[in-house]
């Protein structure tokens, strides 16, 4: 397969991966608004931080409201991480390695494509927003069930599903560090009304708010969280579920190409110091200096898979 | 009978004669259309508009900022052609692709047709279509067009003209392949009722016929590619389809490199030699180091490696010399020289301005002629005297007189019309049709090809950029 194929596979899933996560992001704001009497600054002022868009933000507005960020985070242009410029961006990348999809992946994106142009091609109400979140998962999720369904287990499913996890990986990450001092014990000891919005708000942005429940006590606890979004490894936007699926499907290529790479020994290594060391351990030597590590490694290996596999 | 605006009174209809009987080859598909309840077909084509929308069968019109993809209006209504008449065409199309070779292949060696006096030698050495770098070098297995689209319009029950001979690199295919692929999805039955010839083993021929040409530095199985400008190409997704549909990569110009006197291209594996380079983007593009210094859309030294042997350019650098629109203007001469006999198809009658008493000639009778640019494709720059206003004549006639030598002209001929499907039921539209050619070590000719159809009452130009639509080409075993 051409490094280029490679490289565009690897992104469009990147971006389609990227899309929902603001999408999901979008959702978690809207909650917190209704939870209380309307969502404050605050709020989204760490919507935009999770979605690592903060300072683009300030680029563009003088002042932060609720109607400005959701705009920012679905349709706006000028913000690359956008729902629109991510859907965007991911059919272009789509287009370019067309030959590489079938027909119905193709199709799938095309037509996700489309209809959220259609859509998103003027500002959305805030009584619309229910209706365009979930077409926006909705599209994904055809896209999603194109690429199950219908692709082969070879190269180009392994490039593509790489693509989808260290993005996700990336997000959950991300998610977590700009929440962290919410799930600090020093903090955490009260479980007051408020500390329980943010720890829901922080399930929700990775939509496991009812999965919790089913692993854990109904009760929400820090640790736990942490503890479900970081080590668990059937929890599918923890980062160890990512690394599994990584790291496997870079054995795969290794297996098929004969060829063992820096990416192999990173992805390696990462995952098994995800699956030996306990959430106490983690939280205890800093939860934020943890995360921090963890996304500059993440885009090290994106980077070792790059140049591993000739991206570029 | 049809009557059209503008000075063309009377254009031949190929699916209903005169006395509104259907024509032999229409007679089954007429039935059937009659019984047809006209909201249904309507209802149709909007559903075929969304097969097109879906799959993304684009193309990009230049100078459209806002309309960067566009679909070409497909119209439902095929356009059949009879087994005889396929026959005739057929023949007359075989012999002038190889006269093309052969003439291709003597103006880049002895030159005997300009030694016999029958071209004139300026016309070719000035020409920026000849290639110097091709001079001497004979490309694998002789051929130097292996893929031609011969444009060709009709004017009556048995004329029959060669507009174009395209032998540089032909577009549309993709569009002959999808037009049938929606007619089989959407009138399965007409499939059945009426014996047409199958199209749709296009991409198989096309990858045999590329791989049976591979250079003599090729050892084993030979390695296909199709090199594409890139996503922002007018043709891309023809690029793409064809590329998946032979199962062969589509590379870009950065994707290739020259390493030990091979192309190569960058795979996730390393460098991997390529044998065969479908190539899509134009001559000037395609060496930095041999033609425009500043391309990248090609690869540096791919000349090098061509003259050394070691990969095949298809179609050949250089083949823009025998489509160029003033040698049209002698294609008879070519064939008759090259093949010894009269050639089978007919040219249109063309005045080359460079010639003072054929310019005095356009200048005088703009009003019924077609002028085109020497160079030019597209339906881009040329004049339609006879639905032109008086000033646009005027502007074109300065243009004319500042470069005589950059144009030829024609006669407006009376193209023959096919019905398209209207709100109102039917009406007749021009049309002309492009059958695809392959050379190998023999012409394979794809039985059909693109019609494409102007969808303005009247008008002549079917280009898809000047907003011609296409249609599903069926040619009948008989």
Known sequence: MLGRTANGLYWMFRYIERAENSARLIDAGLRMALTRSGATEGDWDGVLQSAGVRELYDEVHETLTSIDAIDFLLRDRANPSSVMSCIEAGRHNARMVRTALTRETWEATNECYLEMKAILSRKARPTDMPEIIDQI????????GAFH??????EIFNFSRIGTFIERADNTARILDVKYYVLLPAVAAVGSSMDNVQWESILRSVSAHRAYGWVYDAELKPANIADFLISNGRMPRSLAYCYEKIASNLGYLEREYGERHQAHETADRTLAALRSRSITDIMDQGL?????????????LGQEISDGYRFN | MVKN????????????????????????????????????????????ENIFRKTGITFAVYGHADSSEK????????RIISGREWRKLAQGIEQRVIALNAFLDDIYHKQEIIRAGRVPRELIEKNVAFLPQMIGFRPPGGVYTHIVGTDIVRTGEDQFYVLEDNARTPSGVSYMLENRETMMQMFPELFHQNRVRPVENYPNLLRQSLASLAPPGCSGKPR??????????????????????MGVELVEGSDLRVIDGKVKMRTTRGYEAIDVLYRRVDDDFLDPLTFRPE?????????????????????????????????????????????????????????????PQSLKYVLEHLEELVVKEVHGSGGYGMLVGPTASKKERALFAEKLKARPT????????????VPILVNKGIAPRHVDLRPYVLVSDKVQIIPGGLTRVALKAGSLVVNSSQGGGTKDTWVLED
């Open chain 1, 137 to 144: 998962k909705r599209r994904a999720g055809l896209i999603r």
């Open chain 2, 295 to 355: 391309s990248a859309l090609g690869v540096p030294g791919i000349m090098d490696v061509y003259r050394a042997g070691n990969i095949t350019i298809a179609n050949a650098p250089g083949t823009g010399i025998s489509d160029d629109k003033a040698i049209y203007s002698y294609m008879p001469e070519i064939v008759e020289f090259y093949t010894g006999r009269k050639p089978l198809l007919e040219n249109v009658p063309t005045w080359r301005c460079s010639e």
């Open chain 2, 406 to 417: 950059n144009y030829i002209a024609q006669p407006t001929l009376s193209l023959s019309t």
């Open chain 2, 5 to 48: 605006k503008g000075t063309t009174p009377l254009a031949f209809d190929e699916m209903m004669n005169a006395d509104s009987s259907p024509r032999q080859p229409y007679s089954t598909y007429h039935e059937w259309y009659a019984s047809q309840d006209r909201n249904r077909l309507i209802a149709k084509s909007k559903d075929a």
């Open chain 2, 71 to 78: 679909l070409i209006p497909f119209d439902l209504i095929p």
């Open chain 1, 149 to 154: 369904g219908t692709m082969l287990r070879n």
């Open chain 2, 224 to 245: 296909v590619a199709v090199l594409t400008p890139g996503i922002y190409n007018s043709a891309y997704y023809e690029h793409a389809f064809l590329a998946d549909m």
């Open chain 1, 288 to 300: 934020h200096e943890y995360l921090e590590d963890f996304i500059s490694q993440n885009n090290r």
